[in-house]
Each structure stands twice: as C-alpha cells, then as structure tokens.
C-alpha cells in the first residue's frame, strides 16, 4: 500500500511538473510485470553516475520485468498529451550525466530480473541472446559454460550490455574483431514511439544501424544477439616500453596490420599508456610490474620524462601450449622496444578480462573509486597522433596525470559507417583515453577543477590545430558542438533517424542533444 501510494504521488508531480493530462492511475495500470518506485532511495541511486560530475533526479523510476514493460513505459509517455522522459540506466557508469532524467522516469535495465535467464547460448550457432541490462561479467560467466566467449570486449566488464552497444564497445581487440557494435546480429529495440521491434541487417536495418553507438537516442536495447567464438583458457601478458613515440607508434600500428593474418601470426589483444611520471609506472593500471623490483624512469633512459607501454596478449589453449612462446618470440623481433623492458606474466583469461575490477575493488578499500572522474576520450587521425603528443602529453600535462592515459590504433575497416559512431576519415585512428580521477585531499594538480580545465585545454588544442579529433563517450552542452562533432553529412543522418523512430524526444535527454519537443521547459538541461 506505502509503495502505491509513493509511485501516485509520483505521478502527481509528473503531472505538476510536465503536465500530462491522462488520469494519475493510469501508469499504475499499464499491466507492469516489473516494479515502478518512488522510493527515495531508488531515486537517489539513479541520480548520481560514476562521473560524479553531474546529479538529476527522475520522478520514478522502472524496474522492467520484461521488454513489455520497457515498451508499456514509453509508449504511455508517447502517447500522452504533454509526454515525459524516458533514460535506460545500465550499470551507471556513465560520466556526464547521460543516463539522466528530470521530470522523467529513469529504467533501471541492470538487476531488476531475479531468477531469471538473462543470456541464452546457442552453442551450435555460435551467439548468445542478451538482455539488454546484463553485465559483460555475467555475460561471459555464462557463455564460458559452453567454453565460447564474446569476441570484443571492453576492458572494465561491469557494464551492461545495452549501455556499451549504444556507444560502440572498445578494447584491445578492437583492431581485429570491430568494436562490440561490430559483433551484433540482431537486437530487440523500444523506439521512442513505444514499439517493440525485432531488427538486424536483414529486419528493420536502418534501425539496427541507428541504435548501434546511437547514444540512446533512437531506442532501448532490450535484447541483443552477440557472436561468440570459442573462448581461450590462458593469456600470456606481455608489456614493453619505448622512449621514443614515433617507434611506439609504428610498432602498434605494425602489428593491428596483422589482422588478416593467421591467430599464430599475430597477437590477440593491442593496447598501450603513456607514463609521463615515474609514480604512475608502478600504479594500479600497472600493478604488473613487481612492488619489490619496480621499473624506473632512471633505468630506461625516458626522453622528456615519458614512456610509452605497449601491451600485448596472446591466447591460447593448453592444446597448444608448446607452440606459444615460439610464436610470440617471432612477433617480438620485428618490435623495437627498450631492450631488457620486456615484462610478462601468464594468466587464465577469464582473470585477463576482468583485470580491472580487481584495481577496482582496491581502490574501493581505500576510498578512491566513488570520487569524480572527469574523463576524456578522444579518436584521434593516425596523420596527426605525433602532433598530439608533443602538444598534449609532452606538453600540457606536465609531468603529472591523476590516472592512466590509454593509447592504442584500431582500423577503420571494422567499422561499420551505417552505425551512429562517429571516428576520423582515417583508415586508423587511435584511442587516447585520460582516466583520471579528481581528489580533494591531493595536490592542486589532483582537483576536479585543475583536471576539468586541463581537459577544456586539450580540447581546445584540438580546435586550434584542427587535428580533427573526435569525442568517444561524447559530451557537449548544445546542439551547434554536436553539430561540429558529427559533421553535417552524419548529423542530417542522426537527424533524420531521430525524427523517425523518437519524434517527440522522449529518449536520453541526459545526452544533450535534442530538447524535449513536447515542453521545452522541462528539459533536463
């Protein structure tokens, strides 16, 4: 009784504030499987993401059952005479906000199914049916039964699955496999319109292609037919340095080409950082390395106090375990690393894919992992990556990061352009990501607002030079920079996609793109 009566008084405020004129019960009578709550504190977990950088605060939010529930949801607010907002909530990971709602009702797509089947292997085929909500971990917990796995991956496995199809799904296996989005056959989707439609490239292509790294505007994935591929046993590890980036560069660049090539021809995972203090070299992100025999920049001769770590895998079955190091002996001689900078270690590859939740659950123990993240990922042309350097990690860095900065190529030919992601016009181009966290007990260079404005500094560098960088994980605050970011030939596109499948801009209004047609002065930004 306490529960209906806070979910109508919830609905009341929807009314005070959007003004949607259909009777307050009606919401209560959509036949919900799943539960929809007022409860503060479900209001208060869908307020806040792991950015911290911004707070909203929805009317109620939904606990789907079914994709029913998700489509029952959206279609009243479709349907009604003012309309609200609808934003799918994963794992909240999110950073700026995006999976926010005011005035709205937020659907809570992660850990609302108990006792439920939520990925479904068809091992004879090769796939596995998803909900929309599950986490990559479950994901692969459940494929491993069947000794298949996902073959793209993003490095941190607590994510849903819906959360990273809508953005593109990036990790070291990128390079050879496609991002995740490039790994789906088929998806269940609820437009903006209410609809629960079925859509792959043979059904309802252009929305397959919309909602793929759409960003949440077109729809919510509910369901997701991923490939899988038979999953290895172990993974050798392997990181070497470089002092010099043109060498880096070329290295990485040398061994993504090899993606065509034979599984004993190449490695199965390319990745890289920047260390630009000696600090970070032994920090979590590199808790490889021995605490009792730590690497120093002293040692390795780093120009302009900067290194370059290339981090490389190679998969294998315990099969073929004897021809593993005679493999990777042959690719390592046609690198040129520090000699004597090269660290290995061996490891089952369930514990590779899930090497960050163990930083993770470190940083918790300290307190370090609820704290702002104001983090920044760019696509940036292979043509301009060693202007970058020189003018952002050789030069408005300093020598000091507040987290790790990933840096690793991926081609372009496993990109599939009729998606919603947007990358440079270069047949590579390379994922810098700066992962820092803000502190307030550190030094000035530690602060959220120190970090905040020294990534306004490399964006801006950016513009002044006109490297032609492209945002991942995109944040912009009016629709003219999501103008510029999408160019105008994509962003007609994004347009036209919009108008047709979420016309009264119900969806993802966290985003900042569109405004809410149906009362402007409700929008959550």
Same mark, same amino acid.
């Given at each position: 009784?306490?529960?209906? +009566?806070?979910?109508?008084?919830?609905?009341?405020?929807?009314?005070?504030?959007?003004?949607?004129?259909?009777? *307050?019960?009606?919401?209560?009578?959509?036949?919900?499987?799943?539960?929809?709550?007022?409860?503060?504190?479900?209001?208060?977990?869908?307020?806040? $993401?792991?950015?911290?950088?911004?707070?909203?605060?929805?009317?109620?939010?939904?606990?789907?059952?079914?994709?029913?529930?998700?489509?029952? =949801?959206?279609?009243?607010?479709?349907?009604?005479?003012?309309?609200?907002?609808?934003?799918?909530?994963?794992?909240?990971?999110?950073?700026?906000?995006?999976?926010?709602? /005011?005035?709205?009702?937020?659907?809570?797509?992660?850990?609302?199914?108990?006792?439920?089947?939520?990925?479904?292997?068809?091992?004879?085929?090769?796939?596995?049916?998803?909900?929309?909500?599950?986490?990559?971990?479950?994901?692969?917990?459940?494929?491993?039964?069947?000794?298949?796995?996902? &073959?793209?991956?993003?490095?941190?496995?607590?994510?849903?699955?819906?959360?990273?199809?809508?953005?593109?799904?990036?990790?070291?296996?990128?390079?050879?496999?496609?991002?995740?989005?490039?790994?789906?056959?088929?998806?269940?989707?609820?437009?903006?319109?209410?609809?629960?439609?079925?859509?792959?490239? &043979?059904?309802?292509?252009?929305?397959?292609?919309?909602? =793929?790294?759409?960003?949440?505007?077109?729809?919510?994935?509910?369901?997701?037919?991923?490939? +899988?591929?038979?999953?290895?046993?172990?993974?050798?590890?392997?990181?070497?340095?470089?002092?010099?980036?043109?060498?880096?560069?070329?290295?990485?660049?040398?061994?993504?080409?090899?993606?065509?090539?034979?599984?004993?021809?190449?490695?199965?995972?390319?990745?890289?950082?920047?260390?630009?203090?000696?600090?970070?070299?032994?920090?979590?992100?590199?808790?490889?390395?021995?605490?009792?025999?730590?690497?120093?920049?002293?040692?390795?001769?780093?120009?302009?106090?900067?290194?370059?770590?290339?981090?490389? /895998?190679?998969?294998?079955?315990?099969?073929?375990? $004897?021809?593993?190091?005679?493999?990777?002996?042959?690719?390592?001689?046609? =690198?040129?690393?520090?000699?004597?900078? #090269?660290?290995?270690?061996?490891? *089952? @590859?369930?514990?590779?894919?899930?090497?960050?939740?163990?930083?993770? +659950?470190?940083?918790?123990?300290?307190?370090?992992?609820?704290?702002?993240?104001?983090?920044?990922?760019?696509?940036?042309?292979?043509?301009?990556?060693?202007?970058? $350097?020189?003018?952002?990690?050789?030069?408005?860095?300093?020598? &000091?990061?507040?987290?790790?900065? +990933?840096? @690793?190529?991926?081609?372009?030919?496993?990109?599939?352009?009729?998606?919603?992601?947007?990358?440079? #016009?270069?047949?590579?181009?390379?994922?810098?990501?700066?992962?820092?966290?803000?502190?307030?007990?550190?030094?000035?260079?530690? /602060?959220?607002?120190?970090?905040?404005?020294?990534?306004?500094?490399?964006?801006?560098?950016?513009?002044?030079?006109?490297?032609?960088?492209?945002?991942?994980?995109?944040? @912009?605050?009016?629709?003219? #920079?999501?103008?510029?970011?999408?160019?105008?030939?994509?962003?007609?596109?994004?347009?036209?996609?919009?108008?047709?499948?979420?016309?009264?801009?119900?969806?993802?209004?966290?985003?900042?793109?569109?405004?809410?047609?149906?009362?402007?002065? /409700?929008?959550?930004?």
């Amino acid at each position: 009784m306490a529960t209906k +009566l806070l979910v109508t008084l919830a609905i009341c405020r929807l009314i005070v504030t959007v003004g949607f004129t259909f009777n *307050p019960n009606d919401l209560l009578r959509l036949g919900l499987d799943g539960k929809l709550s007022a409860d503060p504190a479900d209001l208060e977990a869908a307020s806040v $993401d792991f950015g911290g950088l911004y707070r909203a605060e929805p009317v109620a939010v939904l606990y789907p059952a079914t994709s029913e529930d998700v489509a029952r =949801l959206v279609k009243a607010a479709y349907d009604s005479a003012r309309g609200f907002t609808v934003s799918a909530r994963g794992h909240g990971h999110s950073i700026n906000g995006q999976a926010m709602t /005011t005035n709205g009702v937020v659907v809570q797509m992660s850990g609302g199914l108990k006792n439920k089947v939520l990925t479904k292997v068809s091992e004879k085929l090769m796939y596995a049916d998803v909900w929309g909500g599950e986490l990559w971990i479950d994901v692969l917990t459940s494929t491993l039964e069947y000794g298949l796995a996902p &073959k793209s991956w993003t490095d941190y496995l607590y994510l849903t699955l819906g959360g990273t199809l809508s953005n593109a799904g990036i990790s070291g296996q990128a390079f050879n496999h496609g991002p995740q989005i490039s790994n789906v056959h088929e998806l269940d989707v609820v437009t903006g319109k209410g609809e629960l439609l079925t859509c792959s490239e &043979k059904e309802n292509s252009e929305l397959f292609q919309a909602v =793929l790294g759409g960003l949440g505007q077109f729809g919510i994935i509910t369901r997701a037919r991923i490939a +899988l591929e038979q999953a290895p046993q172990r993974v050798r590890w392997i990181r070497i340095l470089y002092s010099n980036f043109s060498t880096f560069t070329q290295d990485q660049e040398y061994l993504i080409s090899l993606h065509g090539k034979p599984a004993s021809q190449k490695f199965d995972y390319v990745e890289g950082f920047v260390i630009v203090d000696e600090g970070l070299i032994n920090n979590w992100r590199s808790s490889f390395f021995s605490p009792s025999n730590p690497v120093k920049f002293s040692d390795l001769k780093a120009e302009g106090g900067i290194l370059y770590c290339l981090e490389i /895998t190679k998969n294998y079955q315990l099969s073929n375990a $004897d021809t593993i190091d005679q493999e990777i002996v042959i690719l390592l001689k046609k =690198l040129n690393y520090i000699p004597a900078s #090269e660290f290995t270690t061996d490891l *089952p @590859y369930v514990d590779f894919l899930d090497r960050v939740h163990k930083a993770e +659950l470190k940083l918790r123990s300290k307190g370090l992992w609820e704290v702002p993240h104001p983090w920044l990922n760019l696509f940036v042309p292979k043509s301009r990556i060693a202007e970058f $350097d020189k003018g952002v990690f050789k030069g408005i860095l300093g020598n &000091k990061t507040s987290g790790p900065i +990933l840096i @690793y190529p991926m081609n372009k030919n496993k990109w599939d352009e009729r998606s919603s992601v947007v990358t440079p #016009e270069e047949d590579v181009f390379y994922l810098v990501a700066f992962l820092r966290s803000a502190l307030k007990n550190g030094d000035e260079t530690q /602060t959220l607002k120190y970090l905040s404005n020294q990534n306004h500094e490399i964006l801006k560098f950016c513009e002044d030079e006109k490297i032609n960088a492209k945002q991942y994980l995109p944040h @912009y605050t009016n629709q003219r #920079e999501w103008r510029d970011h999408f160019g105008e030939k994509y962003w007609t596109r994004f347009q036209q996609r919009k108008l047709e499948y979420d016309p009264r801009h119900i969806l993802a209004t966290g985003q900042r793109i569109f405004m809410p047609s149906f009362n402007p002065n /409700t929008a959550t930004w």
